[in-house]
């Protein structure tokens, strides 16, 4: 049933308006505001808007190989040859690999775990994109692992469960740096940031 | 060309960003979480919110009568012989007759201007859908007019042009009232406001 809240909009706007509200932190008044602007829109504009909504369904896929969102499968990235193909980045979402890449100095290969160990969810190594990973190291010649899962509590324990799964192996497993954040001020650093900090210095 | 911005993510990623980016207040950061969000939403919902991104531009369009966003013309307020056709409401934009119409007391009818008179940026009678209002009131046995444009210069100005142009044919012109809003604190609201208040008193 139609919620009452857009009862009173003429019904192609009330449509809109609930697709907008299906995003997150977009309510009514928003939703109300960016459909009256939609209609006053370029027709051309909200054409290729509704093109784009479809092609991100449509087009998008995930590399079988590190699970990287993709238009080709291997991905991009999989397929380049240039890329160093003995060291693998492990991150929890599609987005941390963006992330990396707008850095433009990592240059080995991704690994996309789409989520963390989370025992309090049920998330067990086998829900996430784990045992693809080990194939890729059985398969592989790769000589280190960069564990980039954040710095979560569950994030940590992915990063512990996947060192403890991969060290035996011989691979050398390493976890990005945690502390100060470039530019930001010791006075304004949280604790936790700032334990990680003092734990990682380096002798200078 | 492509904005340098976008060029990391996928294209059909890098596309809905930049439809997302189009919309008001919607910045490269929330683009790309509205955008990663959306690459998560049941097909269903995609499509149905693309459809009615087309629906807004080709389903609607403005009342000939009224200049209200409408599916049918006449629109339905306009069509709707139970309303006081005595009575016509004028405000400045679509989503005006919106609010008074979830208000459930105004049984008038409405008349959309779309804008309001600016010497500023050259916006005259002629500019705005005032020709209209003034042949429904030669041909309509309308006996008030009430004006809600809103409380800015612009809409002040373009209620005084309108009430001198509507007094001396006999028909009554009225405008909203303003003043405190209901439940507000005398001590946070604005001077102008307050003036108004003072101004538009009334005994008890």
Known sequence: MRKETVMHYPEPIAQLMESYMKLPGIGEKTAARLAFYTVNMQ?????????????????LQYCSVCGNMTQ?????????????????????HPKDVIA??????FKGLYHVLHGVLSPVEGTGPEDINIPVLIKRLQKDEVKEVIIATNATAEGEATAMYLSRLIKPAGIKVTRLAHGLSVGSDIEYADEVTLLKAVEGRREM
């Open 100 to 105: 990396m890449e707008k850095m433009q100095d």
């Open 72 to 92: 080709n499968d291997p991905c991009d990235i999989c397929e380049d040859k240039n890329r160093d193909q003995s060291v693998i980045l492990v991150v929890e």
């Open 43 to 59: 027709e051309e504009d909200v054409t290729r808007f509704a093109k784009s909504l479809i092609s991100v369904k449509r087009d």
